[in-house]
């Protein structure tokens, strides 16, 4: 198991810890607000818990994105996650032709 196999488990905890519910109770589908009933400035509060144990800053302008439970733990795993490298790529035949040829100094 990577990684993030561990996230999903502690946001559920963290949720399950802010809204004094078991753990059990929290879903992945369930929406931050209309099921678990969390307001603006409790939803903020809980994603400060959630910067705090996963070491993260979420920016303001990525909080409309989290909307479920779900929402979070991916979002989370994709912030924690080291992106693949990009591998270069070879230009195509007609790309590399349109390159002029590099002259050789004499």
């Known amino acids: ?26 879903k992945p589908d369930q929406a931050l607000r209309e099921d678990l009933g969390l307001d603006s400035m409790a939803t903020i ?7 705090e144990a996963f ?6 302008g990525d909080l409309q994105k989290l909307v479920t439970v779900a929402d979070v733990t ?9 992106a693949a490298p990009a591998t270069p790529r070879k230009p195509s035949p007609k790309q590399a032709a349109a ?6 100094k004499r």
């Not at 991916?74 to 080291?82: D, F, K, S, W």
């Open 55 to 60: 070491d993260l800053q979420i920016p303001d």
């Open 45 to 51: 509060e809980l994603l400060f818990r959630i910067e």
């Open 99 to 104: 390159k002029p040829a590099k002259k050789k």
């Open 1 to 26: 198991m990577g990684a993030s196999s561990a996230i999903a488990p502690r946001i559920h905890q963290a949720l399950a810890d802010y809204l004094k519910r078991d753990v059990q109770t929290i």
């Open 74 to 82: 991916a979002y989370v795993e994709g912030r924690l996650t080291p």
